[in-house]
């Protein structure tokens, strides 16, 4: 007698599935997907963003080591110059800013690598919400610059006026108001004579720095020469506004500085812009990813 055992068309999904039998009858009225369904497989454009997904971090993940390398280098370095300590405060240190933002984004960026190359939700989900945090911490910044911009102008003469005082002591704060005064042709925060406030160009110092002003007040720091001179600025503090004005830049970088700022706008805004897309592709590649790897999972 013929067996009338048929073998299925496709895969069980336990053994105990490879030892059960159907009759032709029961086979051609049930789909077989129904007993054993299979998994989703993922498409070649979510394979194409999940390996996106991977550079893109991968790519800011070196970036915030890069930060990170800079502001740790600018902390060493500046400790081993002449009256540098590792146990001075950093609080008010600009190289803590290089630090903080290169280590959140290179934890950031990790997680987002690992959680697309691993197909992670947990880091995935830390990703997305890290970015989130981030786009609320810039929408909160932006905010207060168009709620509170009289406070944050005077926030901002209390930082060059604490820059002019701490000059000689950090070489950070030295080489960016220098830049700020050079790029700017001003002297000093409301005019040149604010550099009476620092103790080493005060008339009453006992150095050779006393009533003079940085070189980067000059209007002529080269003086035709090939090699800046240096104590251009000395004993300009003892000159009257005529005889300063044709040696330095009488005007003070407050005012330049929010002139500057106001012209600028619309690169800043755009820079602003510019970022918040970066982060919004990076968070729609996560959800791509994030989407994939529930949905396969949901059939484990």
């Not at 990703?127 to 945090?133: I, P, R, S």
Request: hydrophobic share 45%; with cysteine.
């Amino acid at each position: 007698q013929v067996s009338g055992l048929t073998e299925l068309p496709y895969s069980s999904c336990s053994d105990d599935d490879a030892d059960s039998v159907s009759l032709p009858g029961d086979t051609a009225e049930q789909d077989p997907r129904l007993w054993c369904p299979v998994p989703p497989k993922p498409s070649t454009f979510s394979r194409c963003v999940r390996y996106l997904a991977f550079l893109w971090n991968l790519l800011f993940l070196l970036l915030g080591l890069l930060l990170l390398a800079v502001g740790v280098w600018g902390l060493l370095a500046k400790a081993s110059l002449p009256g540098g300590e590792l146990g001075a405060p950093l609080g008010s240190d600009p190289m803590l800013l290089f630090v903080l933002g290169g280590l959140g984004a290179s934890v950031v960026s990790l997680a987002g690598c690992l959680g697309a190359l691993r197909a992670s939700p947990c880091l995935l989900r830390f990703f997305l919400g890290a970015l989130l945090a981030f786009v609320g911490l810039e929408v909160l910044g932006g905010l207060l610059v168009l709620l509170a911009r009289r406070r944050l102008r005077d926030g901002l003469q209390d930082l060059l006026l604490l820059c002019l005082l701490r000059y000689q002591e950090d070489p950070d704060l030295q080489f960016l108001v220098d830049e700020v005064q050079r790029s700017l042709q001003c002297c000093g925060l409301e005019s040149y004579r604010d550099w009476e406030s620092n103790t080493y160009f005060n008339c009453s110092a006992p150095g050779v720095q006393a009533c003079g002003v940085p070189a980067s007040c000059c209007q002529d720091p080269l003086e035709s020469g090939s090699v800046p001179n240096t104590q251009c600025g000395f004993g300009v503090l003892a000159l009257g506004p005529a005889a300063a004005g044709a040696v330095v830049h009488v005007g003070g970088c407050g005012t330049a500085l929010g002139a500057w700022l106001r012209g600028q706008a619309g690169a800043i805004a755009t820079g602003a812009a510019a970022l918040v897309l970066v982060e919004a592709v990076g968070a729609l590649m996560a959800l791509r990813v994030l989407g994939d790897v529930v949905a396969f999972r949901a059939w484990g």
